[in-house]
């Protein structure tokens, strides 16, 4: 029997399953689970204060094991609409190499066991926010924003903005102003971001019926408002620095960075509607990986060296 054949068998047979560890590896969206990793990390170290070593381990563990629960629990509910899209359609539950139910199980398996391992190990409040983080991105945004709103993306992004302030409170206990500024970061560069890849992938977005803006308020308002989130976002970007938990090498190349960010937002703007490749979204989308990416590897960066070497803002 082909691939594509026994694909279908499965799809008419619930409860069976085709799948291989590297499809539940992809349930995990490992790639969001690499950022989320990142950004909970840098959060940890630097927060005040100390934590046994073998706790901080356990720590980073749970909120990676949480983050890809979040991303399971999305790719089950989610397997109606992926199966439309281009970019989605060869995930594990819409090609039918994972059963829908065996796809929620395991993210609520792990979810469970994410929130229960924070808690009993490290401490409730870091557990209370990491179950938090996973309601709000498998319920409130894909099961409730997702599909009914262009402003979507805007309120769902507090999901992916979470962990940074869950490693510092897995230190702290609590939550500060620092940690907040963590937040925001994430928080105001997700709208610009996937904006930017809903401008190109306007018709996937169109097929599934998914309201993102382009598609609801049109091309130049879209535009528009990449620029206006990112002219918010690049000074919200130097706050670490101003407000002193990160230093002169993080100032420097998060104003620089930020330069670059604007300027591309400006070019997208700027983009003519009926500029068929539209490169200038493009590589918009591709800098602002770059440029969270950026950001929390030198938070980390510097916190790491002070923390080993005692040279503060290096």
Do not use: C
Request: proline share 6%.
């Amino acid at each position: 029997m082909s691939l594509i054949a026994a694909e279908t068998a499965v799809q008419a047979r619930p409860g069976i399953s085709l799948a291989e560890p590297g499809d539940y590896l992809q349930l995990l969206k490992p790639r969001v689970m690499s950022l989320v990793v990142l950004t909970a990390v840098t959060g940890f170290m630097l927060a005040p204060g100390s934590i046994h070593p073998t706790l901080a381990v356990i720590a980073i563990l749970s909120i990676a094991i949480g983050a890809g629960a979040s991303g399971a629990l999305n790719m089950w509910y989610d397997a109606d609409i992926d199966r439309l899209m281009a970019r989605t359609a060869k995930r594990p539950v819409p090609t039918g190499r994972i059963a829908p139910e065996n796809a929620l199980a395991f993210g609520l398996s792990l979810s469970v066991f994410s929130v229960l391992l924070l808690g009993l190990a490290v401490n409730w409040a870091a557990a209370a926010l990491l179950a938090f983080t996973i309601f709000f991105y498998a319920v409130i945004y894909t099961m409730g924003l997702k599909r009914s709103t262009p402003q979507n993306i805007v309120i769902g992004g507090a999901a992916g903005a979470f962990p940074p302030m869950v490693g510092w409170v897995s230190v702290t206990g609590s939550i500060s102003l620092e940690s907040v500024v963590l937040f925001l970061i994430i928080f105001l560069w997700t709208p610009p971001h996937f904006w930017a890849l809903s401008l190109f992938k306007l018709e996937d977005y169109a097929k599934a019926g998914i309201p993102m803006l382009p598609n609801v308020k049109g091309k130049p308002a879209t535009r528009f408002q990449i620029l206006a989130y990112s002219l918010v976002l690049v000074p919200v970007g130097v706050l670490p620095y101003a407000m002193g938990f990160a230093g002169p090498v993080y100032g420097v190349a998060s104003a620089l960075l930020g330069a670059n960010f604007i300027r591309r937002a400006w070019g997208v703007y700027r983009m003519s509607d009926e500029d068929s490749s539209m490169a200038p979204a493009r590589k918009l989308f591709a800098f602002s990986i770059l440029y969270l990416f950026s950001l929390f590897a030198l938070l980390l960066t510097e916190a790491v060296v002070e923390k080993a070497f005692g040279l503060a803002g290096f």
